[in-house]
């Protein structure tokens, strides 16, 4: 009762990082309130999955093992989720903003007349006065993410329905080991209790999953432009320059709006999160919508001709210049002397 659930996303018998990176959150968003954390896990031989789960400080994990949970539909995964939430009334519930997680995600919150907020940046725990009705609620979930095209940052509250429902894109939280020898509850569930025989009416017969083209999120070094970088081919400068530095190429939505640069490699609230040792950015003014994306890089260096552009506040450098002279003088130097 009242503990904070995490949906577990699986790939074959594989937890997806988004869900490690959701119980370490989940861990610390339990402490805070005095609560357990527990995961679900549905799918197909599932022996041994809570080994994946536990050392992140679960401590209870939900599996749920039948040959027709894998590959995942709509219908069974709803029921499990809808019935289970009945049974043991979760005050949070926290899933990826996947593919997967957009599709379960409202089905689930609708079903049990529930709020849900997409695509979070942050969760955190604080109280919420409602002025007008005189009431104020405490150990409230905040959900908080970019708002109107990324303008402002909204902080959204589910003060009386529960579960609080929140889907986070991969990247964004921290994934990390709590113990691993952490001990927690494993409950084996019997999976017709909870999902009607109805719920099988649709088979997969054949999936194709392309795999991914860069290691944008893995890569220790992003470099990446915005419009200011004028064209395609002022983008082939940045493939230049990351050859030398063994870096990857990312982009603003601005750039990739404008066809400077592929839909997947955009960086941002509606892109995807990165974590680098090093971020160069290149023509990139720096709206709220981009730096969520960006902001936990450990060093920023920011080239731009605009010395009061929004960016430069978060950079550790500023290069104040053209970037069609900066990069190609960088590229140059890399090149001398990185033999």
Known sequence: MNNIFVYCEIEG?????????????????????GCQ????????????????VLPYGVDRVHIFDEPRLFPYTSLPHTSILVNLFKEEKPQICLMGATVIGRDLGPRVSSALKSGLTADCTQLEIGSHEDKKAGVTYENLLFQIRPAFGGNIVATIVNPEHRPQMATVREGVMKKEILDENYKGEVIRHDVTK???????????IDRHIEKAKHNLKGSPIVIAGGYGMGSKEGFDKLFELAKELHAEVG????????????HDRQIGQTG????????????????????SGMQDAGIIISVNNDPNAPINTIADYVINGKVEEVVPKLIKYYKKNSK
């Open 13 to 33: 018998t594989t937890i997806a990082d988004v869900s490690l990176e959701l119980l370490t959150k989940g861990r610390k968003l339990a402490n805070e309130l």
């Open 37 to 52: 954390l527990e995961a679900i896990v549905a799918g197909n031989n599932l022996k041994d999955v809570e080994k994946q």
């Open 194 to 204: 909870y999902v009607p025989e109805a719920d099988y009416v649709v088979n997969v």
């Open 251 to 262: 982009g603003s939505r601005a750039a990739v709006d404008a066809g400077f640069c592929d």
């Open 272 to 291: 995807v999160t990165v974590h680098p040792k090093l971020y160069i950015a290149c023509g990139i003014s720096g709206q709220i919508q981009h730096i």
